[in-house]
């Protein structure tokens, strides 16, 4: 990490989903790739895995793989994962507060 740590940061969630998926995964306690899949509109079932896989790697979430008929896999947040639930709940209060001000400066 030669960068500062938001650059950093930002590097692992990148992207239109993985935010999303962490906001989801902080949700549940664990959930299973196609409640998942249901829960993110309009993302297909390939971008799921591969952003599910980024998130992995990086030691954000844990996959789970149950050898039953028919398999079940179940997604979770490592501790890790979990540390960043305080950032997201700053982040949405102050989306709601620049919600509120391009509201307040519309024409009327």
């Known amino acids: 990490m030669n960068d500062c ?3 950093y940061a930002l590097n ?3 992207g239109k989903w993985k935010l999303q ?4 995964l902080n949700q549940q306690e664990k959930i299973r790739f196609n409640e998942l899949q249901r829960r ?8 799921l895995s591969k952003n599910l896989d980024e ?9 789970k793989q149950y050898n039953e008929v028919p398999p079940r896999v179940e997604y979770s947040l490592t501790e890790l994962g979990k540390a960043i639930h305080p950032s997201l709940e700053m982040l ?12 307040n400066q519309r024409p009327s």
Do not use: C, D, H, T
């Open 5 to 7: 740590p938001v650059k």
């Open 12 to 14: 692992i969630l990148n």
């Open 21 to 24: 998926i962490v906001w989801e």
């Open 40 to 47: 993110l509109k309009g993302i297909s079932s390939f971008m």
């Open 55 to 63: 998130l992995e790697q990086y030691r954000i979430i844990v996959r």
């Open 92 to 103: 949405g209060a102050w989306g709601i507060r620049a919600f509120n001000e391009m509201q």
